[in-house]
């Protein structure tokens, strides 16, 4: 009679945490956003392009494992939020490390200044609330009204990125006469990337 209580029991202990592991495999698999360091702005896990599924666990993991300024992205544009905002950052390589789009601001370096301590010159990280993994993904109407203008935008600035990396220095007689020289000749030493290898937004919903 001892004997079946301890098994029952054990048969009990084993049932539950069954169930508590199959809870919580289905909750981490729910989880939409994770932030990524030294920022703490989040990263997409709903975009199976920017966060591929691990193929042993099944779960998205983000293709960088933080957002620096010298992080170099796999694909662009890549998608982080701050939740303090309405909208996103587009994310692109530039010859002088990561830049980001917005609407109102269009393509800047990373990180926003407000991401940045002014006096220390160090990172600021956002504050988080406690259910940020659970957030609504990027709505994608914002994408398909917003990643191709990005795409544009960041390809039509690139030359003043390049610029910054690669200075042309000309005669001013040159440079009067022929305003668009120096933008001409950077394209030759840093082109910027094509339009089609830049993914779209459909490729950043699924």
Known sequence: MHRKR????????????GVVSILFSAITEAQTWTPLPPYNTLWPLWSSTLSPADPVTGLPIPLVSNLSSSTVLPVQP???WDPSRLYPFLLYNSPVG???YDPVQGVNLWPPNYLIDQTTGLPQPI????TYSYYT?????WLLNNVQTANLSYISTYPTFA?????IVLPPVLTSALPGLSTALINLVSPPPAL????NA?????
């Open 6 to 17: 301890i098994r029952g029991g054990i048969f009990c202990m084993v049932l539950l945490l």
């Open 78 to 80: 890549c998608l982080t």
């Open 98 to 100: 990561l830049v980001y």
């Open 127 to 130: 504050y988080l609330a406690s």
């Open 137 to 141: 993904p990027t709505a994608a109407d």
């Open 163 to 167: 610029l910054q990396a690669n200075p």
């Open 196 to 199: 089609t290898s830049l993914l």
């Open 202 to 206: 459909g490729s950043l919903i699924y």
